[in-house]
């Protein structure tokens, strides 16, 4: 419940004042506006929705695929050596921390899967 509310947030204001206020939803904002420029070309990104590559998995399966550390460390990889199909990104070592806190703020779905 309180995830869906903040998707809400983060959707409908992304540079809304509280996050000012709140490191956790500025990082989240932050990591909402560069999956928007540079992942969501091949990923959907939003809570909801198949990915534009179908071979990309949508953003909530890798919230539910990973724990936040490892994510990163995979992310973190990814940016450098590039995954597979996925060719690597060129993103700073603190916008993998934004991206993953975006990708956790997808994470425990109310509906049970
Ligand atoms: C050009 C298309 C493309 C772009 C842009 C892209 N991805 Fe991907 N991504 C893919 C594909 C395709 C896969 C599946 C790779 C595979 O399994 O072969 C993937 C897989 C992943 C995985 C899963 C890796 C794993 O080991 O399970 C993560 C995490 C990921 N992408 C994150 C991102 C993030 C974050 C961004 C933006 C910063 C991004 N991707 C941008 C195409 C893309």
Same mark, same amino acid.
Request: hydrophobic share 65%; aromatic share 0%; no cysteine.
């Given at each position: 419940m309180r995830t869906g509310l903040l998707v809400l947030i983060l959707l409908a =204001?992304?540079? =809304?004042a509280t996050a000012a206020d709140n490191p956790l939803l500025a990082a989240q904002a932050r990591g909402y506006t560069l999956a928007a420029g540079v992942c969501a070309a091949c990923h959907?990104?939003?809570?909801?929705g198949t990915s534009p590559n179908p071979r990309a998995p949508p953003f909530r399966i890798l919230a539910g695929r990973y724990v936040p550390l490892t994510l990163q460390r995979r992310l973190a990889d990814i940016a450098e050596t590039g995954h597979y199909a996925m060719p690597p990104i060129n993103i700073h070592a603190d916008q993998v921390q934004d991206v993953v806190a975006y990708i956790n703020s997808l994470e425990r779905p109310t509906d049970p899967h």
């Open positions: =204001a992304p540079a =809304a959907m990104i939003e809570p909801a």
